[in-house]
């Protein structure tokens, strides 16, 4: 019985004459905003400036989208690096012709690990706290974020589920097909909404964000324990990675090891007083 079967075929994008404005790029836009405000009203509870804060939207925007980009060549579309090197970092294909495409291919596991990087670049340059201060902070805007991204993917009909016969699929008649699929993008997004309102509650509602690290380490357990579980009904992005190691793919490879680091910041760190 297919009660909410959809079927799904929107336009990718709109013509502006000069730019094609494309909705996966609007939904990055969005939820980039949505992180600063949320990030504004933190930094304001926090007392710091008004300065840092403008410095950490920069680093953020950078250090997010290079590693979300690099992160899907590295782990999923690794024969980019020699057979169209430059599309890697430019919106476009130039491998047999010159052709616009967008920012395409951006891995949420490269995205947490250039957030890490970038945060600690701006910590030794700007804040000059603790690495595990800024972060314990800025998950709470990212998991945010992630919701929109994941919209955005939906939008762009890729990063879909398996076949299924259940009243929640979705024909994504984009992709040249007729049978519905688990709409993976929209469970976790709306899985995300949860990670939010979670890490918002702890932050505001309760003094762990005092226990330094430990809201970095809900994050990572709660962002990549659903992204773990929803793997099992996504298509594999990339033939030949659905069965990367033992009954788990690259996605859920590439959790674990993150939930693991997770649980040590909530559970067993203890930070030294000098660290920076």
Same mark, same amino acid.
């Given at each position: %019985?297919?009660?909410? +079967?959809?079927?799904?075929?929107?336009?990718?994008?709109?013509?502006?004459?000069?730019?094609?404005?494309?909705?996966?790029?609007?939904?990055?836009?969005?939820?980039?905003?949505?992180?600063?405000?949320?990030?504004?009203?933190?930094?304001?509870?926090?007392?710091?400036?008004?300065?840092? &804060? *403008?410095? &950490?939207?920069?680093?953020?925007?950078?250090?997010? %989208?290079?590693?979300? @980009?690099?992160? #899907?060549?590295?782990? $999923?579309?690794?024969? !980019?690096?020699? *057979?169209d090197f430059f599309s890697i970092f430019l919106p476009f294909k130039f491998k047999g012709g010159i052709q616009f495409t967008g920012f395409q291919g951006?891995?949420? #596991?490269?995205?947490? =690990?250039?957030?890490?990087?970038?945060?600690? /670049?701006?910590?030794?340059?700007?804040?000059?706290?603790?690495? /595990?201060?800024?972060? *314990?902070?800025?998950?709470?805007?990212?998991?945010?974020?992630?919701?929109?991204?994941? =919209?955005?993917?939906?939008?762009?009909?890729?990063?879909?589920g398996k076949k299924t016969e259940s009243a929640f699929g979705v024909v994504f008649k984009q992709n040249s097909e007729s049978f519905a699929r688990h709409?993976?993008? &929209?469970?976790?997004?709306?899985?995300?909404?949860?990670?939010?309102?979670?890490? /918002? $509650?702890?932050?505001? +509602?309760?003094? +762990?964000?005092?226990?330094?690290?430990?809201?970095?380490?809900?994050? &990572?357990? /709660?962002?990549?324990?659903? @992204?773990?579980?929803?793997?099992?009904?996504?298509?594999?992005?990339? *033939?030949?990675?659905?069965?990367?190691?033992?009954? %788990?793919?690259t996605g859920q490879v590439l959790s674990v090891p993150l939930i693991l680091i997770g649980l040590y910041f909530m559970f067993i760190y203890k930070p +030294?007083?000098? !660290?920076?």
């Open positions: %019985m297919h009660v909410l +079967k959809l079927t799904w075929d929107p336009i990718k994008s709109i013509d502006l004459g000069f730019f094609e404005l494309h909705f996966y790029s609007v939904m990055w836009i969005v939820a980039f905003i949505l992180g600063f405000q949320v990030t504004k009203r933190i930094w304001k509870n926090e007392g710091e400036s008004a300065e840092s &804060l *403008d410095s &950490l939207f920069i680093y953020s925007v950078l250090g997010i %989208m290079l590693g979300a @980009r690099l992160g #899907h060549v590295i782990f $999923y579309q690794s024969e !980019l690096i020699t *057979d951006l891995a949420s #596991h490269g995205a947490a =690990i250039g957030m890490i990087i970038s945060m600690y /670049l701006y910590n030794k340059k700007i804040l000059k706290k603790t690495i /595990l201060w800024i972060l *314990d902070r800025v998950v709470v805007p990212v998991a945010l974020g992630a919701v929109f991204v994941r =919209i955005g993917n939906f939008i762009n009909s890729e990063i879909v709409p993976a993008q &929209l469970y976790e997004a709306f899985c995300y909404i949860f990670v939010f309102l979670i890490l /918002l $509650y702890f932050y505001w +509602k309760t003094k +762990k964000s005092e226990q330094q690290g430990f809201l970095f380490g809900l994050f &990572l357990v /709660l962002l990549w324990t659903v @992204r773990f579980f929803v793997e099992f009904i996504k298509e594999a992005q990339v *033939d030949g990675r659905d069965d990367y190691v033992w009954f %788990m793919n +030294k007083t000098a !660290l920076h």
